[in-house]
């Protein structure tokens, strides 16, 4: 009995240890063993003092004590009584002695009580003692089976053995505690482990909930693009936020998942040690697997602990934001909707339309306008029509001129207010570059689309173009039959879109095969491929029906369909059209012997006139010549450059350009400014912008990595020059300026080539002089992503060109915050103004020009680009980001473009 009330408490002890603290070891098991045994034997000595603990067994041993103690005090008061007798008391009366026997008796009768309490307790205690056997009789079976421990008996166990069985026993009650901990700690387990299923399930409800922000995103998308662009920057940087946040959430919702794959990692761990512990010698293990259990529960119950918080706050997080952004998404709808309705109310009211009336009124009675345009524009006015108020309203602050071609636009019959425009080119970026004529093309084309109006675009099907440029790009099912040479010869057209433009390619099935020759220009028999190109085009134009409002061709090579419209196709009933003609650079006139006209078809006898097609200083015939001649409106690239090809600069065809002024007008041509923007360029190693200039200095380091130039010095200013290596350019200049460049300690990168030989193994020879010096590179290749980087790399830019129709290089180098340093000549002096002029208005100061195309000319514009460079790095910074911000997109030159041809299209209906 003692022994289980000692097990017993001790086991509680150790259940209570178990909770609270460390495991203990077997030998703190044994002394705590020890320690429970001793007030057992100190109870049993010390019988008279109160027991510790009331247990039923305590209580009962207290009782007899007690009345042992009684029982003995008696006794001793008798002894005393008698000795008192024989000590001279021989008198004891009887009723003493009676009362002795009566006391006496009480007392044997009380120890009678006493010996029958005894045998009760001593059966009782036998009982117990059989029971213990038992339990003990099971535990050696128990731990036979574990084969580890000898077998125990009651009978003949020495003390040791009977020490040792009680450690052994005890061991086993705290197995059993532990095991029980453990299930307790399981069951934690799968408490979190649903903890974290709910989370999953909020994580789910998250998701929906930004499914359904996302449909709210696309439906107000509408909305948002009626606002104005700080407020769309308001909006989509909080969509970024939500984003970014959603990004976080998942991320955290993985990480819970991570976690919730490592608790069933551990709980399999939990349950092979489990049942290792019941197959195996469980004494050997328990401390062990105790010690790492707790860990690993305590290390989950923090990790655990630490991701909840965590997706807790996100959690909070992410709803604050969808709060903030659903009053932005509300305040934003509302804002739009009063903008709208303020728009509505604009233009509701019948004064508007009254104002409009007269208006029309008054441009018709000072003939600024015909008739029939009036009629149109006072009926649509009469109707209300949206379009009008849209062009009236957006025409605040332009002059009356552009708001009268505004208004014409829309009296042209049909229900389009847009022009059909068909340009025929030879080039059209990026997928046939040769130079800037392929810039125009596209530029040009994209803005004029823009604009609304249909563009279309026939080229030539080169089999060195990049044909990776082109999007859906099929051969038609016709075949276009062309006249050439007297026969007719079949074409296939393919279509596809080129930068968001449609796109008819041109393959003769001719056996010269005109388009099969690796390059684009340069073949003995180029007027004849580009006479054959330029039929077939109208050819496809006229068998197609399409009532065309304006061809545009440009230079020579498309120069041949001015006169064929007018001579041969006009005749045949195809004349809706009025054609326009683009020289931009009168060096190339196309001229050859008059009877090549024929090729074409053109009549040969009728133009070969000096009031037509013959060059105005030899026999042969000239074929811009003819489309000056032909066309009804004749541009040029720049206003400078039309200016100068009125004398000199027109290579022998001033003359004609004189007679034909009224229809010859200058427009300086554009930049594709999506092509060309380094805040989305995806050459460049770094975008940037002119309010993050970080990008630029990045790029400049990347192409002196990728070229093996000197990095040493990060501020040693970087002169760039990307230009085809012909006269025109200022080849001399361009050389000069290597060896000035270096002189002035700077570095110079050229990408260029010539289709002069002679100008090429020049420049070779120059490349092989500097190809050990780390600050000059010369890359004698035509390549479209290096040129990107070199203009965001070069921290100047030299165009020193002996004449220059417009030039683009510099517009795109002012774009990439490349300071350009120029001739004035051309397109150049309508597109650079010295930063030390002082006649020009100083925001107009852009660059540095010389006029002299001498060396000491360039070298004074150098010298100063390096002064203020050197000098003055605050202003520098200025005239970068000043460049950066110039608008040399399409849009104004677009819009001079479109006037004519509206004005064009008017006399052409006017006509009819
Ligand atoms: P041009 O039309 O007389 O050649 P422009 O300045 O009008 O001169 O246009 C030249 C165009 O061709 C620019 O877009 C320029 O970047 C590009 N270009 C010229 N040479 C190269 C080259 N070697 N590699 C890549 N692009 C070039």
């Known amino acids: 009995m003692a022994c289980s009330a000692a097990a017993a408490a001790a086991g509680a002890g150790a259940t209570a ?5 460390p495991a203990p070891s077997l030998i703190a098991g044994r002394n705590r063993l ?61 009723e003493e002695l009676v009362g002795m026997i009566q006391n006496t008796e009480k007392n044997i009768l009380l120890l009678n009580q006493a010996r029958l309490q005894a045998l009760e307790r001593a059966d009782k205690i036998l009982k117990e003692k059989e029971a213990l056997q038992q339990e003990v009789n099971i535990l050696e079976i128990k731990l036979s089976e574990t084969g580890a421990q000898p077998k125990l008996s009651s009978k003949g166990m020495s003390d040791a053995e009977a020490l040792e069985f009680d450690v052994l026993k005890e061991e086993n009650m705290l197995l059993k505690d532990d095991i029980t901990f453990f299930k307790a700690k399981l069951i934690e387990i799968t408490e979190t482990e649903e903890s974290l299923f709910k989370l999953e399930k909020e994580r789910a409800l998250l998701d929906a909930s930004l ?54 990692d551990f709980q399999d761990k ?24 707790k860990k690993r529960v305590k290390s989950i119950e923090e990790h655990f602990q630490a991701c909840n918080r965590e997706m807790h706050s996100q959690i909070e997080l992410y709803e604050h934001s969808i709060v903030e952004f659903h009053d932005t998404l509300s305040k934003l709808i509302k804002e739009s909707e009063k903008k709208s309705m303020e728009h509505y109310a604009e233009g509701m009211p019948s004064e508007f339309w009254s104002r409009i009336s007269l208006l029309i009124d008054g441009w018709s009675l000072e003939k600024k306008i015909s008739n029939n345009d009036a009629n149109i524009l006072r009926e649509m006015a009469w109707k209300r029509d949206n379009r009008l108020r849209e062009a009236y309203l957006s025409s605040r602050g332009m002059a009356e001129r552009e708001l009268i ?30 130079g800037g004529l392929a810039d125009v093309i596209s530029g040009l084309g994209k803005a004029l689309q823009k604009k609304g109006n ?37 074409n296939k057209i393919w279509t596809g879109t080129v930068e968001g433009l449609p796109i008819y390619f041109i393959e003769p099935q001719h056996p010269g095969k005109f388009f099969w020759r690796a390059q684009y220009y340069g073949e003995h028999d180029d007027f004849k491929r580009f006479s054959y190109f330029s039929r077939v085009a109208l050819e496809l134009l006229y068998q197609s029906g399409k009532k065309v409002d304006i061809i545009h061709c440009h230079d020579w090579q498309t120069a041949f369909v001015a006169p064929l419209y007018w001579d041969v196709y006009a005749n045949l009933g195809f004349n809706s059209a009025r054609i326009c003609f683009t ?69 022998g065809l001033q003359d004609t350009l004189k007679i034909h002024s009224k229809k010859f007008v200058g427009i300086l041509n554009g930049i594709d400014t999506d092509t060309w923007n380094p805040s989305t360029d995806r050459f460049l190693k770094v975008q940037y912008s002119a309010n993050d200039l970080y990008g630029k200095s990045a790029n400049k380091a990347a192409l002196r990595k990728q070229l093996k130039m000197s990095s040493a010095n990060a501020s040693q200013p970087l002169v760039g020059c990307i230009t085809r290596l012909v006269p025109q350019k200022g080849v001399h200049l361009i050389r000069h300026a290597i060896y000035k460049t270096a002189e002035l300690g700077g570095q110079f990168v050229l990408l260029g080539s010539s289709p002069v030989p002679n100008i090429q193994r020049e420049f070779e020879g120059i490349a092989d002089q500097f190809k050990n010096n780390s600050n000059i590179r010369l890359l004698l290749k035509y390549d479209d992503a290096l040129s990107h980087m070199i203009f965001a790399a070069s921290d100047m830019f030299i165009v020193p060109s002996m004449f220059e129709p417009c030039g683009l290089t510099q517009m795109i180098a002012m774009r990439y915050g490349s300071v350009p340093v120029v001739r004035k000549t051309g397109g150049l002096n309508d597109s650079v103004f010295d930063f ?62 479109e006037d004519i041809y509206q004005r064009a299209a008017a006399r052409a209906r006017a006509a009819t």
Not at 863 to 883: G, I
């Open 270 to 293: 939990v349950d092979k040690l489990e049942a290792s512990l019941g197959a195996r010698n469980i004494s050997e293990f328990c401390l062990y697997l105790v010690d790492l259990l």
């Open 454 to 490: 249909l563009v279309e675009i026939i080229l030539p099907k080169y089999d060195c173009m990049q044909h990776n440029q082109i999007n859906n790009l099929k051969v038609l099912d016709v075949v276009v039959q062309s006249y050439f040479e007297g026969n007719m010869f079949a």
């Open 583 to 651: 020289c931009h650079n009168f060096e190339y006139q196309g001229t050859a012997p008059a009877q090549d006209l024929a090729y074409c078809g053109l009549d040969v006898e009728h133009l070969d006139r000096p009031d037509r097609m013959r060059d105005n200083s030899h026999g042969r015939i000239n074929v811009v010549k003819g489309a000056i001649v032909y066309s009804n409106i004749v541009t040029t690239v720049s206003p400078t450059y039309a200016q100068e090809v009125r004398s000199e600069g027109g290579r």
């Open 836 to 897: 030390d002029d002082e006649t020009i208005p100083i925001e107009l100061r852009n660059g540095f020009t010389f006029s002299k195309a001498d060396e000491q000319g360039f070298d004074s514009a150098l010298e100063r680009a390096f002064n203020y460079y050197h000098r003055k790095p605050e202003v520098w910074k200025q005239l970068v980001q000043k460049d950066m911000k110039i608008d040399f997109s399409w849009d104004t030159s677009a819009s001079q473009y």
């Open 34 to 94: 020890a320690v429970s045994r001793r007030p057992r034997h100190r109870n049993l000595r010390t019988g008279a003092q109160p027991p510790q603990k009331s247990t039923p067994s305590a209580n009962y041993r207290y009782r007899v004590n007690i009345q042992r103690d009684r029982a003995g005090a008696s006794s001793d008061d008798e002894d005393q009584q008698e000795s008192e007798d024989e000590n001279g008391l021989p008198n004891i009366q009887l």
């Open 211 to 264: 499914r359904e922000l996302e449909c709210a995103f696309i439906a107000a998308q509408s909305d948002m693009l009626k606002l104005g662009p700080m407020q769309h920057d308001a909006w989509w940087e909080k969509v970024e936020n939500l984003e970014e946040l959603l990004e976080t959430t998942a991320n955290q919702v993985e990480h819970a998942a991570l976690i919730l794959d490592g608790y069933h």
């Open 17 to 21: 240890l178990l909770c609270r603290r």
């Open 405 to 434: 071609d505004s208004f014409l636009k829309m009296a042209l019959p049909g229900t389009s207010s847009g022009l059909h425009i068909v340009h025929i080119a030879a080039e059209m970026a990026p997928v046939a570059k040769v």
